[in-house]
């Protein structure tokens, strides 16, 4: 799963390059202005194509970099561990931003060119600068004890025939471990196919009257089976939101979603397995 932030001021419609080919665990937000909000008609269809989860993001212009900090406030505010986070732009500005974020332990986001590059940097020059500097001026006393070591370290060479025969004598043990592994993976392969041949299940009632008493709404049938359909195929936030978009629509879904998300892992809870039938 990746999230891509889009600096389409600075990188147009060739930094949307290959959107087609992204996954819909992936998410898209494209961040523009009224400097620049025109599309190319091939970017228009490998959007209309993707799987991913695409976010158009207007923001507020009229002042230098306005854009920049917007994207880069918009991706901390976001950020999650487990997550990696891609900013599209030919800037090196955000470069420090990201360097920063690294030392505060930051440490999956990267800046690319474009979706289809694969060139993704992170700066990471200023460490290697730093630790250059106190090497030279101890180099030489260094030299003088790592010369001395290296000479009485020639002898765990020996040990290298010990090695060997500890080595032989291992690998005749080799033949009864694996025999007696063979006939316990058997049991296992069965008990993840029962447990595969149960079918996610929830009450409708109980999601029905849960659904009323908090948020205090009157939900249609169709709206309780898209919400418990959602809910049984979703094993996070994202894919909760996906399901609702693609049964919905982008507005109705997104207006929908806005409303439970908060009480996705609550209502999630009353997702259970039917026994798998003998």
Same mark, same amino acid.
């Given at each position: ?181 063979? $006939? ?15 079918? $996610? ?78």
């Amino acid at each position: 799963m990746a999230k891509y932030y889009v600096d389409y001021e600075n990188v147009k419609s060739d930094g949307l390059e290959s959107v087609v080919q992204l996954t819909e665990d992936d998410t898209v937000y494209i961040f523009y202005s009224e400097n620049a909000n025109h599309l190319r008609v091939d970017i228009i269809e490998q959007i209309r194509l993707s799987k991913a989860h695409i976010e158009f993001i207007k923001v507020e212009a009229g002042i230098p970099n306005a854009l920049d900090f917007q994207l880069i406030t918009a991706l901390f505010c976001q950020y999650e561990k487990g997550e990696t986070y891609y900013i599209i732009s030919k800037d090196n500005g955000y470069l420090p931003a990201i360097h920063m974020a690294a030392k505060l332990g930051f440490d999956s986001i990267y800046k690319k060119d474009s979706i289809r590059s694969n060139d993704q940097r992170k700066i990471a020059e200023p460490k290697t600068k730093t630790v250059e500097q106190p090497v030279n001026k101890e180099t030489q006393l260094k030299e003088q004890t790592v010369s001395k070591a290296t000479q009485p370290k020639e002898q765990p060479v020996k040990k290298a025939a010990k090695e060997q025969t500890v080595s032989k004598a291992a690998q005749p043990k080799e033949q009864p471990v694996k025999k007696a592994a063979q $006939p316990k993976e058997q049991p296992v392969k069965k008990a993840a196919k029962k447990q595969s041949e149960g079918e $996610p299940q929830i009450d409708f009632k109980t999601l029905r009257k849960h659904l009323v008493n908090t948020y205090h709404k009157e939900f249609s049938q169709r709206e309780i089976d898209i919400i418990a359909n959602a809910l049984k195929r979703s094993s996070n936030r994202q894919q909760f939101y996906i399901t609702f978009t693609k049964s919905l629509g982008m507005a109705d879904g997104k207006e929908l979603y806005t409303l439970l998300r908060a009480g996705f892992q609550q209502m999630k809870a009353m997702v259970h397995y039917n026994e798998a039938v003998k």
